[in-house]
């Protein structure tokens, strides 16, 4: 069996020299734009400025640091103090034991989860024009594709031959398609031009929601909540408290942290609204617990 690092070392290498292959393979190569993004892959202009505040390649880095350093204490403040225990229960190997903790699979799935947004970028449907040599980018169902090309003949091999066993790669696919399943309902939770509403992610509508989504993806809830959260966390270096949010000044103290810093000021979205994220996770964890622990 491969080690465990050496793996990760593996797939951390290889994971610009895929990106690059498939935005050569899959974008447009006639537009500009895409011959520089093959050959740019982490320049945050490159990818989601409004919610990202580093290219792709930064972001699974933050991700990772994210779910390695800040998922557990946010889980055992909400009560997860065995998490480990519980999420081992969640899933399992039909033919054989699996050689690899979830925690282990769930790094894997973090460093390839965003590797469909080197095949599903297309031009935003609202452009801004801030920077005219770098249009505005959307990257619809790119966790979708995610899963899709980790079982193609360019990642899949690779796996294999690190010594994943297939159903741990199948593992490892679900978990990239459902990384951004939380995300689709906390959505709605932006119910005015104003901004983000908490109200609707304390509703009983959103724990209906919750719920839909825990009967669809009974065997992989927990790992869906923390992926998600992962996610969540690597997206901002921002981290204001729940009582900042709204807070008079808060808005206007950001932007001068973006210009200061240099970074994009389309990226206030993502740095304001970090905290609701949050909050929907730990009201989709408030579910699981109604639903899940009873059954334990």
Not at 6 to 15: R, S
Not at 152 to 169: C, F, M, Q
Request: hydrophobic fraction near 35%; charge should be negative.
């Amino acid at each position: 069996m491969t080690n465990f690092q050496e793996i990760i070392h593996t797939l951390q290498e290889k994971l610009p020299i895929w990106g690059a292959e498939l935005v050569r393979s899959h974008l447009d190569q006639k537009q500009p734009y895409n011959v520089s993004f093959a050959t740019d892959l982490d320049n945050p202009k490159h990818h989601k400025p409004e919610w990202h505040e580093w290219g792709i390649l930064t972001h699974t880095k933050k991700v990772l640091e994210a779910f390695e350093l800040e998922c557990l204490s946010y889980l055992e403040t909400w009560g997860w103090n065995n998490i480990e225990t519980e999420w081992a229960n969640e899933y399992y190997m039909k033919s054989s034991p699996s050689r690899y903790t979830h925690r282990e699979l769930m790094t894997i799935a973090i460093i390839l989860h965003d590797l469909g947004k080197f095949t599903n970028r297309h031009l935003s449907k609202i452009q801004t024009n801030t920077y005219t040599n770098y249009p505005d980018f959307s990257f619809g169902l790119h966790e979708v594709a995610s899963e899709r090309i980790i079982h193609s003949d360019l990642v899949r091999p690779t796996l294999i031959e690190l010594g994943l066993h297939p159903e741990e790669v199948y593992y490892i696919g679900r978990l990239t398609a459902l990384h951004y399943e939380l995300s689709k309902i906390r959505e709605r939770a932006k119910q005015s031009q104003e901004g983000f509403c908490t109200t609707y992610l304390m509703s009983q509508q959103y724990e209906k929601e919750c719920r839909l989504l825990l009967r669809s993806h009974s065997p992989f809830a927990i790992e869906l909540g923390i992926i998600y959260l992962a996610d969540t966390l690597g997206k901002t270096s921002y981290r204001l408290t729940p009582e900042e949010i709204g807070q008079s000044g808060t808005e206007t103290k950001v932007k001068t942290s973006l210009v200061e810093h240099a970074i994009d000021p389309r990226h206030l979205n993502s740095a304001i609204t970090l905290q609701v994220g949050v909050l929907a996770t730990k009201r989709y964890f408030d579910t699981v617990v109604k639903v899940k622990r009873p059954i334990m």
